[in-house]
């Protein structure tokens, strides 16, 4: 099975960074996804890190490190319309997804 | 372009009666999944379907059943709906499991109360 853990809120300022943490225990790891949820919508895919390293996507970059059961999305330039929940999300062995509890990120003014 | 859409977009419904939850796809995605999402647990999958005429049981299958006649619909029935089945319901679809980048595309979500 898998055990996710990331932080239940952070707050921050319009135009600064946000680092959202998320740390895994897995039985098998086939990548790891980071997804973007408004209140009362869907979830919508952010970003997917397979391989150790950074991966960067204009304001928002994943971080992965496989041996540390560790990532995180960095949100840069932050903007109201990034307050929403953030879901980290990891696949395992059988391509089945396992998701965190989510990270409320609220922006303000 | 739809993409996915789910069927109600909310839902009351009394205790011990049959509901069927309808998702619909147009993406022409071989894989499809049904999540319910709860205050502080997050998405928990429930069942799944890799292609059409197979499905899988998820981490909280119990109280709910599935089919998939077809690659484009994948309805999530309660037999006897309880109480604790009160959640949002999530929709998602992706290309074939097992493939590098399939990533999980969500529906809207329907919103069941138990009464």
């Known amino acids: 099975g898998q055990n996710i853990d990331q932080p239940t809120e952070m707050t921050a300022t319009e135009g600064a960074i946000v680092q959202i943490n998320c740390t895994y225990q897995?039985?098998?790891?086939?990548?790891l996804f980071w997804y973007q949820q408004h209140a009362g919508e869907a979830p919508t895919f952010l970003s997917y890190?397979?391989?150790?390293g950074l991966e960067e996507k204009g304001r928002f970059s994943s971080f992965l490190s496989r041996s540390k059961g560790y990532s995180y999305l960095l949100l840069k330039e932050l903007q109201m319309k990034d307050s929403a929940s953030y879901l980290c999300?990891?696949?395992?062995?059988?391509?089945?997804?396992?998701f965190g509890a989510g990270t409320t990120v609220t922006v303000r003014a | 372009i739809a993409g996915i859409t789910q069927a109600p977009t909310s839902q009351i419904l009394a205790a011990g009666r049959r509901m069927t939850l309808r998702c619909t796809q147009d993406?022409?995605?071989?894989?499809m999944y049904w999540y319910r999402q709860d205050l502080g647990l997050g998405l928990r999958l429930i069942h799944y379907?890799?292609?059409?005429?197979?499905?899988g049981k998820g981490e909280v299958p119990d109280g709910y059943s599935v089919s998939r006649a077809n690659t484009d619909d994948f309805p999530l029935t309660l037999a006897s709906a309880v109480p604790s089945q009160t959640s949002v319901y999530f929709c998602?679809?992706?290309?074939?499991?097992?493939?590098?980048?399939?990533?999980?595309?969500f529906g809207p979500g329907t919103r069941l109360t138990v009464l």
């Open positions: 998602a679809s992706s290309g074939t499991a097992g493939t590098g980048t399939d990533t999980q595309y």
């Open positions: 897995t039985s098998g790891f086939n990548g």
């Open positions: 890190n397979v391989l150790d």
């Open positions: 999300a990891v696949r395992d062995a059988d391509y089945k997804l396992s």
């Open positions: 993406m022409r995605h071989n894989a």
């Open positions: 379907s890799n292609t059409a005429g197979t499905t």
